[in-house]
């Protein structure tokens, strides 16, 4: 069965490096997303990605957050410059369109685990 | 906004027992979709039921179903013969289908007991 696969696993790093979250989305989906749960807490949307562009963000995506989807498979998150607050597990997520249904059900990846020091 | 949430921070239930987890929302739109997700210890995501809100009928997967109140903006999930694996996290959500995005609950955390 298809699934939503994201590298690395874990991640560790200091606080205002650049960190790069990758995703690979199930292929015949045309929807991606990027969500983060920060430890003991909800789910939070943070962007969703359809034709190349980003079609809605939160509050929490601001400056420091692009998203980009370099080839045909990958879907990238990048934090520039981390801070203590951005440690979360971020969760990526695809949707269909097309023949592959409709976009409102997401199949999530199995999360990267930030640590920000 | 929307809004989720599920009033019950924990649940218990024993091995082979039924358990109802729920969950209310606030929208005034007309067009969207209720999840359940279940989160185990490995903090994977994993799809459990969806309900389309135009549909009266309530979805059911297996020992999965749910009670989808439309008017009373409530949709909670039955779990029957509760097995160990059914340990886990369980978070409702609400699909945006305007904004294309989900809200989640704050989540549930089951307990089965042995």
């Known amino acids: 069965e298809p699934e939503v696969t994201q590298t690395p696993s874990h991640q560790v790093t200091q606080m205002g490096q650049e960190v790069i979250l990758r995703c690979v989305p199930i292929s015949n989906h045309l929807y991606f997303y990027w969500y983060r749960q920060i430890l003991g807490q909800k789910v939070e949307f943070l962007v969703s990605f359809y034709n190349n562009e980003i079609s809605e963000k939160s509050e929490i995506f601001d400056d420091q957050f692009s998203v980009e989807r370099p080839d045909g498979s990958n879907f990238t998150l990048k934090i520039r410059s981390t801070k203590l607050e951005d440690s979360a597990m971020y969760f990526c997520a695809s949707s269909g369109g097309g023949l592959a249904g409709g976009p409102e059900t997401q199949y999530f990846g199995p999360g990267t685990r930030l640590l920000v020091l | 906004a929307q809004t989720v949430t599920q009033s019950q921070p924990e649940m218990s239930v024993q091995e082979a027992e039924t358990v109802t987890l729920s969950c209310t929302y606030d929208?005034?739109?007309?067009?969207?979709?209720l999840f359940w997700y279940k989160q185990p210890p490995s903090r994977q995501m994993i799809l459990v039921i969806r309900q389309e809100a135009y549909k009266q009928q309530n979805a059911t997967e297996n020992r999965f179903s749910v009670n989808f109140q439309k008017a009373a903006k409530s949709f909670s999930l039955k779990i029957s013969d509760s097995q160990l694996g059914d340990a886990a996290m369980y978070f409702c959500a609400y699909w945006n289908t305007n904004a294309g995005k989900s809200t989640f609950g704050d989540g549930t955390t089951l307990t089965v007991k042995p």
């Open positions: 929208t005034s739109e007309s067009d969207y979709y």
